[in-house]
């Protein structure tokens, strides 16, 4: 069994940065490919980054390329997203999750374990 635990999330003026973190516990971190997902209030969950268990090219939705980056350290057994340029339309809960699978994916389904998520909000 997995655990993931997100930290990092909070309020943040437009413009700003924050630094999201996702440590895991419970398997072999650096076997799994990883992934930032986020869901604001009424929405449906997104895609947001994923970086694969060899910190192969990553995949960025297309929203955040530029302003978002996505890394891990596989000592630590954790992933992060740093956000930079942030905007209010970044408002969501964001989540981590893992596939076991040796893939990258932006597909909410192909992952296999969920963070509790951590709480991101830009005011303007």
């Known amino acids: 069994q997995v655990q993931l635990v997100e930290s990092g999330g909070g309020l943040v003026q437009a413009g700003g940065f924050l630094r999201l973190s996702c440590a895991a516990s419970g398997g072999t971190f650096s076997s799994y490919s990883m992934g930032w997902f986020r869901q604001a209030p009424g929405n449906e969950g997104e895609f947001v980054a994923a970086i694969s268990w060899a910190c192969g090219n990553p995949l960025y939705a297309d929203s955040v390329k530029g302003r978002f980056t996505i890394s891990r350290d596989n000592a630590k057994n954790t992933v992060y997203l740093q956000m930079n340029s942030v905007k209010p339309e970044d408002t969501a809960v964001y989540y981590c999750?893992?596939?076991?699978?040796?893939?990258?994916?932006?597909?909410?389904?192909?992952?296999?374990?969920w963070g509790q998520g951590t709480q991101v909000t830009v005011s303007s």
């Open positions: 999750a893992a596939d076991l699978r040796h893939v990258i994916s932006d597909v909410a389904p192909s992952y296999d374990y």
